[in-house]
């Protein structure tokens, strides 16, 4: 798992444009506009979601388009998979002494 891809999705605001970019492309514009964010601000964040591989830019005339790239978030869930499943069994194992204490399962 590239640590880069964390850093990039631990701030908030680069957390909230690639959610944005989740629906589609969107010009770097619309991105701030959405976020409330200033342009320059805008500008920083989505070049380091580039700079970590999740985003990829366009250029058209004078406007910069940005798109979602899915690899890096595939790799992300690939690694929480293995943690996934550990999780599962430890919820399956308290909602069973849940059932037992609410008398809806007998003790084992």
């Known amino acids: 798992m590239n640590v880069q891809t964390f850093s990039a999705l631990a701030e908030p605001n680069r957390l909230d444009i690639v959610d944005l970019l989740l629906d589609g492309p969107l010009p770097v514009g619309e991105i701030a506009k959405k976020l409330k964010l200033n342009q320059p601000q805008t500008s920083k964040h989505l070049r380091v979601l580039s700079n970590a591989g999740l985003v990829e830019v366009q250029q058209v005339a004078n406007r910069r388009i ?8 595939q790799e992300l869930d690939k ?3 293995s943690y996934r499943r550990v999780w599962e069994a430890r919820m399956d194992r308290l909602d069973d002494y849940l059932n037992v204490l609410q008398g809806k399962k007998p003790l084992n």
Do not use: G, I, S, V
């Not at 940005?66 to 978030?73: A, F, I, S």
């Open 66 to 73: 940005y798109n979602l790239r899915p690899e890096p978030l």
């Open 79 to 81: 690694w929480l998979d």
